[in-house]
């Protein structure tokens, strides 16, 4: 549930921020990709700044979703993003950990 949160939160802010999604489909994000328990993926800055977020999410019956999501400097969700990331420096990866249900 948190991981549908997440894209209506960051897609809602489309209109001409650059917004751009890949289904990963055929690939699949090792569980040691995610360092932290409570992680729903990763986070890396290009050297552009973009941030590049790679998610999965799972439930309990077994549906399984993946995600590569691009998010270049000037995107309307780019700074709310970066907070909660704690900050992402250039060429640095992170867990991402899980948006707060609402």
């Given amino acids: 549930m948190i991981f549908f949160g997440l894209f209506s939160l ?3 802010g489309r209109g001409g921020g650059g917004f751009e999604a890949e289904g990963t489909v055929g ?3 090792a569980p040691s ?3 932290e328990e409570n992680s729903i993926g990763s986070a890396r800055m290009e050297q552009d700044g ?3 977020l790679r998610l999965r999410a799972e439930s309990s019956d077994e549906a399984i979703g993946d995600a590569l999501l691009r998010f270049p400097p000037g995107h309307p969700k780019y700074e709310q993003l970066l907070k909660h990331l704690g900050g992402l ?3 640095q990866n ?3 950990p899980p948006w707060p249900e609402k």
């Fill in 10 to 12: 960051l897609a809602c």
């Fill in 27 to 29: 690939r699949t994000v």
């Fill in 50 to 52: 973009t941030i590049v």
């Fill in 94 to 96: 992170k867990s991402v």
């Fill in 89 to 91: 420096e250039k060429g």
């Fill in 33 to 35: 990709d995610l360092k």
